[in-house]
Structures are given as structure tokens and as C-alpha cells.
């Protein structure tokens, strides 16, 4: 395992709360448009390579604004889409909570939004991220079946493994995120070894009381970084969203499970200084759990 346990029960949580807070965030659209602007119109459904066109079209301008380093826009980019996404799961919260409106949805995500981006925080990144994938999949449920989602799934997968495995095009973008724009699509948890965390209670220690000097202070510790990239953690969302809708909630539940049970998998046999694509894994335990359903309750 490549993380240490505390870690990976960490992640795995968050994975499972994020797909918890979709299934919600997605049923109560059921029925009602979306706000600003983004409701699908009647009878207008996107065939499946239109939805497959577009995944390519927005991936091949983000390799282009990285390859020309256009920064600003790309943060400009990632502002807006987070800025929607977390509109529309405030918008379902705060309408069942207390009744209020899409715009106070978005005037409270504008600043959350601009803290992630520009203002970067571990606390506020992660916790952003548990309503910004149930947002994103709130769009994209209405306009998919259970066929061409599943076809998304296996496509899905054999690009994560070309791109991790192959031509390395994931690490690139992961490594460009954080080290260039200081920000990453994905859940993110840094943490020190043992020995590190002695090393600075001793600093602590000596310096208790007194003026830490500036050499000291920037002295660089090795920090671990177990992450989990955004799209292993929406597709998921994705999937039980359109199940939920043509077959009920039995059937979104094994996605949600079957998904957990393929990720879990995943973290049990990673080894370190190996990158792994997990949307393979995933998809393998949806499909395992969509088998368990259709058996037993299909």
C-alpha cells in the first residue's frame, strides 16, 4: 500500500462522501431545470459521440494552454467551471435548508471559488471538492443512458491506462497543476513521514519561546502527497446518477459500492514511486456491482 492507512481511509471516505452528496445533489434536479441557463432543452439529446467529442475538445485546449503556459486563462477556466459546479450542489443544500434562491447559491460559491484558485488552502481545497463533481454530474446525468455511460466508462478507462501507463500524460498534467498553478482536480492530502515529524518537533522544541531564525524557517521537508484525481471521482457520480434515474436507487447503490470496492482494491496494491490510473479499477467494480444487481435484484 503506498499510503499510509490513515490516509487511505481518509481518501476512500471523502471518495464515498462525494459520491453520497451526488446521488443527492442529482435526484433532486430530477424534475426541475437547472439553473443558469444549463438545462438541456426538450427532446434535445446529444448522441454519444457528440459527449465524446466534447470530453476530447475540452482536454485538447488544456494541453494547448499548458503547452503555451497561458496560466491566467487556464485558472480563469478552472474559476468559472468550479464557480458553476458549486453553485448548483449550494443551490440543492440551501434550497432544502432554508428555501433560498439559485442566486444566493452562486453569490456564496464566487468567493469559495476564488479561495481555491487564487487563495490556495489544503482545508478549502478538499472540502470545495465534495460539491464540485456533484455539480459538474448534475449536467451530464440528464443527457446519457445507461448504455452510452457505460461505453463512456470502458473508453474512459482505456485512456486513463494509455495516459498513466503509456505516454505519461496524466503525470505531466497533475505535475503541471500543482507546481505551476498551485492547484490540482482531485482530492489532495499532504502528509510527513515519522522521522520528518520528529525533526520538526525538535526544531520546535529548541526554538520554544524564541525567534525561529530565517534559515531555519525555510529549510524544506519532504512532504508525501496521496491524491486521487477528479475524474475517478465523477465518472462514479456519473454513473449511479443515470441508474438512479431509469432504474432507482438499488441499482445507483451498487454503482456507488462496486465503485468504492474497485478503488479500495486499487490502494491495497499500489506500491510507491508507481503512478496507477484508476478509472481501470473503478469501472471494473461497477461493472462487478452492476452484475450483483441485475442478479439478485434486476
Do not use: C
Not at 459538474?136 to 470502458?154: D, G, K, M
Not at 484525481?229 to 438499488?250: A, E, H, Q, R
Amino acid at each position: 500500500m503506498k499510503h499510509k492507512l490513515s490516509i487511505t481511509l481518509l481518501l476512500l471516505g471523502m471518495f464515498l462522501l462525494t459520491q453520497f452528496i451526488g446521488l443527492y445533489v442529482v435526484n433532486s434536479y430530477f424534475g426541475h431545470d437547472l439553473p443558469y441557463g444549463l438545462q438541456t432543452q426538450e427532446n434535445e439529446e446529444p448522441s454519444f459521440l457528440s459527449i465524446v467529442f466534447a470530453f476530447v475538445f475540452a482536454f485538447a485546449i488544456i494541453l494547448i494552454l499548458m503547452k503555451y503556459r497561458w496560466k491566467f486563462v487556464i485558472k480563469g477556466w478552472f474559476f468559472l467551471v468550479v464557480t458553476i459546479a458549486l453553485a448548483l450542489s449550494l443551490n440543492v443544500i440551501l434550497r432544502s435548508a432554508f428555501d433560498m434562491n439559485a442566486v444566493v447559491a452562486l453569490v456564496i460559491a464566487i468567493p469559495l471559488a476564488f479561495l481555491k484558485i487564487f487563495r490556495p488552502h489544503v482545508l478549502v481545497h478538499n472540502i470545495t471538492e465534495l460539491l464540485i463533481y456533484p455539480g459538474i454530474a448534475a449536467v451530464f446525468v440528464p443527457i446519457l443512458t445507461p448504455i452510452t455511460v457505460i461505453a463512456l466508462l470502458i473508453l474512459i478507462s482505456f485512456y486513463d491506462m494509455w495516459a498513466v501507463w503509456k505516454s505519461g500524460i496524466m503525470q505531466k498534467m497533475a505535475k503541471f497543476q500543482m507546481e505551476e498553478l498551485r492547484l490540482f482536480g482531485g482530492f489532495l492530502l499532504p502528509s510527513v513521514s515519522d522521522k520528518v515529524k520528529k525533526q520538526i518537533g525538535k526544531i520546535k522544541q529548541k526554538y520554544k519561546g524564541k525567534e525561529i531564525p530565517e534559515s531555519v524557517k525555510k529549510k524544506k521537508f519532504k512532504v508525501n502527497l496521496a491524491i486521487l484525481g477528479g475524474g475517478d471521482v465523477i465518472f462514479p457520480i456519473i454513473t449511479s446518477g443515470v441508474f438512479l434515474s431509469t432504474f432507482g436507487i438499488v441499482s445507483a447503490l451498487f454503482v456507488v459500492f462496486g465503485s468504492l470496492v474497485g478503488l479500495t482494491y486499487l490502494f491495497l496494491i499500489t506500491e510507491k514511486g508507481k503512478a496507477y490510473p484508476a478509472m481501470p479499477y473503478i469501472s471494473v467494480g461497477i461493472f462487478l456491482g452492476l452484475l450483483v444487481w441485475k442478479v439478485f435484484f434486476g
